[in-house]
C-alpha cells in the first residue's frame, strides 16, 4: 500500500513539474536523481571513489546551468 501511494505521489510530482516548468525540467530532474542514486558518493578525497564524487557533481552543475540558460533566455 505505501508503495502506491509513494507511486502516485512521485507521478503527480512529475505530472505538476511537467505541466508548470516543461519537459527539460522533468528530464533533467530524472537525470540528477539517477545519478545521485546510482553512483557512489564521498567527500572524504583519500578514497577510490572520489573522482566519480567529482564528475557527478560537475556534470550536474553543468545540466543545471544549461537548463537554467535554455529556460531564460528569450525572457526579459
Known amino acids: ?3 502506491i501511494v509513494g507511486a502516485v ?5 512529475f505530472m505538476i513539474v511537467l505541466v508548470r516548468f516543461g519537459v527539460l525540467s522533468v528530464m ?3 537525470v540528477v536523481s539517477a545519478m545521485l542514486i546510482d553512483y557512489p558518493m564521498s567527500l572524504d578525497p583519500d578514497v577510490w571513489h572520489s573522482s566519480n564524487t567529482l564528475m557527478t557533481f560537475v556534470v550536474i552543475a553543468v545540466l543545471l546551468f544549461h537548463a537554467h540558460r535554455c529556460a531564460t ?4
Not at 505521489?9 to 510530482?13: D, N, S, W, Y
Not at 533566455?73 to 526579459?76: G, L, N
Request: hydrophobic fraction near 40%; charge should be positive.
Open 1 to 3: 500500500m505505501t508503495g
Open 9 to 13: 505521489i512521485t507521478v503527480g510530482t
Open 28 to 30: 533533467v530532474s530524472l
Open 73 to 76: 533566455r528569450f525572457s526579459k
